[in-house]
């Protein structure tokens, strides 16, 4: 915005997706100081457009073929606006200011943005720097377009001192959440601005420029707008790296004044592709600077090849084309298997399609492909520019004064306004009043460059999908579905397999989150080791703060002490079991407590007593394997006075309140405990063991299954080892 100055010789000119057509009606980079000495001396006619406006409207008209005359008109006004109320102002380097919106326009109408945006882009800057105001931009050009003024607006600095900055691109996202045009205008502005960042101070050149490295920058790729990404990409290597974009520039000046080998490549392609009946427009696309020496890096510095410096780009009509190339290509040459990725079938987070692969030729030389569509290939270079009016085509909610006949292709339109990172952006920055904690956080965020989907299930059934960057483990994932009240989650099984809060979580994973809704349950400070979201970190941290006592880890609670077993383990004196064995003593054993109707089988053990097994039980095996006769027992008609004993485990997640809800769930079961004792946690898992006593030894199911229904509890069974140790034998 107002923070600019002389243009720096020799930088990159933004030429996206201009076209045979475009050069032949003569669309070239104009010089804006020459536009501002034509908007000094006004237009030459009352019913003439003013002569610094013409080439906004031809580049307009080129891109957008739609635009009739009400467009142009509206664009006419929002000029002269604009011009009558930045007249007597200069930027920094001394030119008319004017210039500076105006290059604005430019830039986003060679993207192909909708009338729309040209003309809050226009009057950008005129609510911030001069006398006009919100009220009078929406009476004279509606709703939408002083929405976008006011997105762009900066907050005063005077106000907001130090938070002027960070509480000003909230703004700007909270709006872009609503409408995605504030934020492309934001991106072109600071475009511009870092174009001319010349006659800056050296200190200031490098603020702005690392601001746009951390926020502005990652923000485009997000967006798709590869053209603006690319270019601020280069303007921020050459101020922050010098040394390095010198020798970057060196390699790629040196590389231009030889012949191209990729041409030669280029050239083998296109008669593969005419043999073979598809029709295809084959392009070098060079590699901008920053593309450059980051491939330099991979190759630990290692000279790159000629046919490095670039990548061929092959644009057809119809999806089905670009995999009929990829058969060509693939079958004509030699392919670098691990280079082929297919985004055409699962596209990026920032709506970027296309086939990568590369090849080989006969003469060795590897070349990187890049295959899509026209229609592809605007979305790639443009992003969400490319895409027009969010709003156009909802038309219950779309204001009255959009374009809606301005739409870029006739596809089925992708709605911006709401992807996964800004959705989640918008949700946790509402935590944040603190302008310098939600500026940390930002940067944070947006440095997560990559996305996993991951499938969130409920019961076993798929229930939907969550966003989340890549290195997300389960604790993010829960905050993500359940906001706030993710620090209620206590475990989570992923692909079905129980796992740790802190699992990394892979693109295309499950998870099932476990829930506990009980009031004191909460995330501990191991949490923040795991949590990589702003939205996980902000919310554990305030849990931490408003309870300092519950981010401690809690000790396991006492084990209740284990009564000594009767001699006789019958109760009411009544054996329920009998054995075949005249005068034997029967007794249940207690490493697997049998009560009916289990399955049961009786070794006579010292003092001539049968113990009675269940079948199941591993004692059993080890006593039939080591040559020990089994003998019959039965189980006695009628219940007995004291009732059944039986033992039963539950494995689960270590959290407060765990043992009073497991007894309080036994409780409401009208069963009594006997014993009950607690293995200190292991990785957050812990064993509850718990010999009951049932009135009704058919109650024992639905125990189980009350059991299993408390949040955090993974598993129910009944003892199947020795857990109290084998009857003596």
């Not at 200069?90 to 210039?99: A, C, D, F, V």
């Amino acid at each position: 915005m107002s923070a600019d100055n002389a243009v720096n010789a020799g930088r990159p000119a933004l030429d996206v997706g201009r076209t045979a057509a475009d050069r032949k009606r003569g669309l070239r980079r104009l010089d804006l100081r020459l536009l501002g000495r034509a908007a000094l001396l006004g237009s030459s006619g009352r019913d003439r457009l003013p002569d610094a406006i013409e080439h906004l409207i031809k580049v307009h008209r080129a891109r957008q073929p739609g635009a009739g005359p009400d467009a142009i008109e509206r664009l006419r006004r929002a000029y002269v606006l604009a011009e009558s109320s930045h007249r007597g102002q200069t930027r920094k380097s001394g030119e008319p200011y004017i210039t500076h919106p105006l290059a604005v326009t430019l830039i986003l109408a060679e993207l192909g943005a909708e009338t729309t945006t040209l003309t809050a882009s226009l009057l950008h800057d005129t609510v911030e720097d001069t006398e006009v105001t919100l009220d009078q931009v929406e009476r004279e050009f509606g709703k939408s377009v002083a929405y976008l003024v006011d997105g762009v607006t900066k907050l005063e600095k005077v106000e907001h001192g130090a938070a002027a900055e960070p509480e000003t691109f909230r703004k700007m996202l909270v709006a872009t959440g609503s409408d995605v045009r504030v934020m492309s205008i934001k991106l072109a502005d600071r475009l511009h601005n870092m174009r001319t960042l010349g006659v800056m101070r050296p200190d200031k050149q490098a603020r702005i420029a690392k601001v746009t490295r951390d926020v502005l920058i990652p923000l485009a790729e997000r967006l798709g707008v590869q053209a603006l990404k690319s270019e601020l990409e280069d303007l921020v290597f050459a101020i922050l790296h010098p040394e390095e974009h010198a020798g970057t520039r060196a390699m790629i000046e040196e590389h231009a004044a030889a012949p191209d080998p990729l041409a030669a490549v280029a050239d083998e392609l296109r008669g593969v592709l005419h043999e073979a009946g598809i029709a295809a427009e084959i392009d070098i696309r060079p590699r901008h600077a920053v593309s450059v020496h980051r491939l330099l890096l991979k190759r630990g510095g290692a000279r790159l090849g000629g046919c490095d410096f670039g990548r061929l780009l092959v644009l057809v009509a119809e999806d089905a084309d670009c995999y009929a190339v990829l058969g060509e290509l693939h079958t004509c040459f030699t392919p670098v298997i691990a280079e082929f990725k297919d985004f055409i079938a699962a596209p990026k987070f920032n709506l970027y399609q296309s086939l990568h692969t590369a090849i080989a030729d006969e003469q060795g030389r590897i070349a990187e492909v890049l295959v899509r569509t026209h229609r592809m290939h605007r979305v790639a270079e443009a992003g969400v520019i490319a895409l027009g009016d969010p709003h156009a085509g909802a038309e219950a909610t779309a204001p009255a004064d959009t374009d809606h006949g301005e739409s870029p292709d006739g596809g089925v339109r992708v709605d911006p306004t709401q992807p996964g990172w800004l959705a989640r952006l918008l949700e946790w920055q509402r935590a944040v009043p603190d302008a310098d904690t939600f500026w940390t956080a930002l940067r944070d965020d947006l440095a997560q460059d990559r996305e996993i989907t991951v499938f969130a299930s409920r019961g076993g059934e798929a229930s939907g999908t969550i966003r989340l960057p890549a290195g997300a483990s389960c604790v993010d994932a829960a905050y993500a579905v359940h906001g706030g009240s993710g620090h209620a989650c206590v475990g989570a099984r992923v692909n079905g397999r129980l796992a740790p809060l802190g699992t990394r979580l892979r693109d295309g994973d499950t998870v099932q989150l476990v829930m506990d809704d009980s009031a004191i349950s909460g995330p501990d400070r191991g949490w923040l080791e795991h949590a990589i979201t702003p939205a996980a970190r902000i919310a554990i941290t305030r849990w931490l703060t408003q309870h300092p006592a519950g981010g401690e880890a809690q000790p396991a609670p006492t084990p209740a002490a284990r009564p000594a077993p009767a001699p006789d383990a019958v109760p009411g004196g009544q054996p329920i079991a009998v054995s075949d064995l005249p005068g034997a003593t029967v007794r249940l054993a207690r490493c697997c407590t049998p009560v009916p109707p289990d399955r049961v089988t009786g070794f006579l053990i010292r003092g001539g007593t049968v113990a009675v097994h269940r079948v199941e039980c591993p004692s059993t095996a080890r006593m039939t394997g080591s040559g020990r006769e089994p003998m019959p027992v039965r189980w006695r008609d009628g219940a007995p006075v004291g009732g059944y004993r039986a033992t039963v485990l539950a494995e689960a997640l270590s959290r407060p309140r765990l043992l009073a809800d497991l007894t309080e769930v036994i409780a409401e079961q009208d069963v009594g405990i006997v014993s009950a004792a607690v293995e200190p946690p292991q990785e957050h898992r812990v064993r509850h063991t718990y010999t009951v006593k049932l009135r009704d030894p058919r109650t024992l199911g639905a125990l189980m299954r009350a059991m299993r229904s408390v949040p955090g509890v993974y598993d129910v069974y009944r003892t199947r080892s020795a857990v109290a140790g084998p009857d003596p034998e």
